[in-house]
């Protein structure tokens, strides 16, 4: 049995550029990941499965579309079971998994779920079956599932252009105190790059990123005021450094001085709005 993490994907800053003819964009971002997040686990089986656990199980699960092959019974269309199907067909794997998805981040949330579920079964099976983390197949696998699957699979702080797939690595933000706040509103990403205005604000210095924007906020608020009071209330903590939607939304992030000022902020947070979904954790 094989445990992999799915850490949570966080987008500091994120500049929309210009619509591409493929129908992506392109962007300039900074990846950073958080240190908590999903968990995928798989094993040895006689028959494929893919089995979904956690708080926000049922949300995924009213969001996949059984697929029942004769032999495959447990098996769903999902970028998870997408990730593993890649890995066999590219590396020939005969051998058939059973695969535990724990669920604990919030579905459509805009902090990666779905991209780093997939990057973690990716890392999972190559670590199974002998594949190097930095094999060119793994990472093309990674690339066809999405534009955010090649950055989740390398897991760490990384400048992104062109879709998002082209990284750069950077240091500098490995153990800041974070919060992720999402006031339970499930944000299409389709819907919020249909609603930018398409004007290129400008490129993103990959030095400063506190100073960069969120080109998708205004879009995603308009689809989910709610948004606005969730960075209102983080904007107003103690110690706070930045406040900012991440990725197409609806969660937020804080990154604060200390874990002391990050813990009385989650508190006061959840004091205010209790039925808003939190996580503190510190990035990797």
């Known amino acids: ?163 998002g797939d082209a990284l750069a690595p950077l240091d500098g933000w490995a153990g800041a105190p974070v919060l992720l706040v999402n006031p339970g509103v499930a944000v299409s990403t389709a819907a919020v790059f249909a609603a930018w205005d398409g004007i290129d604000r400008g490129p993103l210095d990959p030095a400063d990123p506190i100073g960069g924007r969120n080109d998708l906020e205004p879009a995603a608020r308009s689809l989910a005021p709610e948004i606005d009071r969730v960075i209102a209330v983080l904007a107003a903590q103690p110690g706070v450094t930045l406040a900012r939607m991440s990725g197409s939304g609806a969660t937020c992030l804080a990154l604060f001085e200390t874990v002391a000022q990050r813990d009385r902020a989650a508190a006061a947070v959840a004091a205010a709005e209790p039925g808003w979904w939190q996580m503190a954790s510190r990035l990797a």
């Open 1 to 163: 049995m094989i445990v992999e993490p799915a850490p949570a994907k966080l987008n500091l800053a994120l500049h929309v550029r210009a619509r591409r003819a493929d129908g992506y964009h392109d962007l300039e971002t900074l990846f950073v990941f958080c240190r908590d997040g999903d968990v995928v686990t798989i094993a040895d089986a006689q028959d494929d499965s893919f089995t979904i656990t956690g708080p926000f199980a049922s949300a995924l699960a009213a969001a996949v579309t059984d697929v029942v092959p004769a032999d495959r019974a447990g098996w769903a269309d999902n970028l998870v079971t997408r990730a593993a199907d890649g890995f066999r067909d590219t590396f020939d794997v005969a051998q058939r998994h059973a695969i535990i998805l724990e669920k604990n981040l919030p579905v459509a949330s805009g902090i990666g779920g779905g991209s780093a579920d997939a990057a973690a079964t990716l890392r999972a099976l190559a670590r199974r079956h002998g594949v190097s983390a930095d094999d060119p197949r793994l990472i093309a696998i990674a690339a066809r599932l999405g534009a955010d699957v090649p950055a989740c699979l390398a897991g760490r702080t990384a400048f992104g252009t062109g879709k």
